[in-house]
């Protein structure tokens, strides 16, 4: 499938496609029979890989820890992955991807000789929750990475997104940060109770014109586990018109190594012509199914394959819902209908991406 690329991809995002390659499905294995609510649940299952206590504490106290950090940290802080990218509503793949160009646009995963990755009297510092400022605040407890901090994790009251009191603490964050001249890289922990549940680093690299953003690690909710390599490459600018490529890939070992695969590119954004290619893969025990296409300014159609036959078409007009029929026209299963919008909103989900780059990042 491999057919748009982008920038090279870091070492760690290689050494994770290695372990990854040794856990997915084997892409010249024959296809298993398709079963659309297989497939349904597979995705399901990436959605709750990051879903688990230590990450909801984690999300919580992201403003906080990146208000401490600052520069790239903070904004490597704020790229977490989550089960957004899979999910409904205003997510997906491309929202995603412009909210990272939009962090490199103003400056905040941008590498800068004249800031400090962390500020360097924080370094092997452990930061606690103040109950009574409601802020974090340095601490004299060790443990800390030397090069980073540690952030630690209370249970969160769901209505506040703050801790609860009195405080529970069940883990921490440690974060590490460095830059170059030209480059920017964070690595995050998350860790409960001995159990590491989320790992990631963000390497940012480029200039203000051209800017690549590789996100690699994994996250689990102690059952299902998904490892991902999302990769985003930024051009021009908005005078010329932006151009957006993604190139990710999400791979479930704890499932027979069914993945999730996005190339996609955007081009002539800020302009009048505004195009999409897109390229999607789903593989796994459930079947093979890929959906190619493309649209300019919202609108276009894109073919769907399962095991390598022709199976649907998804015709996408504005901000019409999008129309998914079988490859003679004819109705789809239920299931079957679940399963391709299942797929199709992890990538299309939040198209008003463009409109999210002139928006203040949240």
């Not at 899979?86 to 929202?95: D, P, V």
């Not at 996100?215 to 991902?228: C, E, L």
């Not at 999607?280 to 649209?295: C, K, N, P, S, Y």
């Amino acid at each position: 499938m491999r057919v748009l690329q982008y920038a090279s991809r870091s070492v760690a995002t290689v050494a994770l496609l290695a372990l990854a390659a040794g856990c997915k499905t084997d892409s010249t294995a024959p296809n298993a029979p398709f079963d659309p609510a297989g497939t349904s649940a597979d995705i399901a299952a990436i959605d709750q890989s990051f879903e688990a206590p230590a990450m909801d504490a984690y999300a919580a106290a992201s403003s906080q820890i990146g208000a401490v950090v600052g520069g790239s940290a903070a904004a490597a802080v704020l790229a977490v992955p989550s089960a957004a990218i899979t999910s409904g509503g205003k997510a997906g793949a491309l929202r995603y991807a412009a909210s990272l160009a939009k962090q490199y646009q103003t400056g905040t995963l941008r590498p800068s000789l004249s800031t400090a990755a962390i500020p360097a009297e924080y370094l092997g510092t452990t930061f606690v929750w103040d109950v009574e400022t409601d802020t974090y605040v340095a601490s004299d407890l060790t443990g800390a990475p030397s090069s980073g901090v540690r952030f630690l994790l209370y249970a969160v009251n769901p209505i506040t997104n703050l801790p609860v009191e009195p405080l529970v603490e069940i883990g921490y964050a440690d974060i590490i940060a460095s830059e170059t001249a030209t480059s920017a890289t964070v690595h995050v922990i998350v860790v409960s109770a001995g159990v590491t549940y989320l790992d990631y680093a963000v390497v940012a690299s480029g200039s203000a014109s051209s800017a690549n953003v590789s996100i690699s690690g994994y996250a689990t909710n102690g059952n299902d586990r998904v490892n991902f390599d999302l990769e985003t490459t930024l051009t021009g600018s908005e005078a010329a018109g932006l151009g957006i490529g993604i190139d990710y890939l999400l791979v479930l070992p704890t499932r027979g190594g069914f993945q999730l695969e996005i190339e996609a590119a955007t081009t002539g954004i800020f302009t009048e012509a505004t195009t999409t290619t897109a390229d999607l893969l789903a593989r796994g025990d459930h079947g093979t199914v890929t959906v190619q296409g493309a649209e300019t300014n919202g609108a276009g159609s894109y073919e769907v394959e399962v095991n390598g036959e022709l199976f649907a078409t998804i015709t996408v007009t504005g901000e019409a819902p999008p129309v998914i029929v079988g490859a003679d026209g004819q109705p789809l299963s239920e299931a079957e209908q679940a399963a391709l919008m299942a797929i199709w909103f992890m990538f299309y989900q939040g198209f008003d991406f463009f409109e999210d780059l002139t928006d203040p990042i949240a």
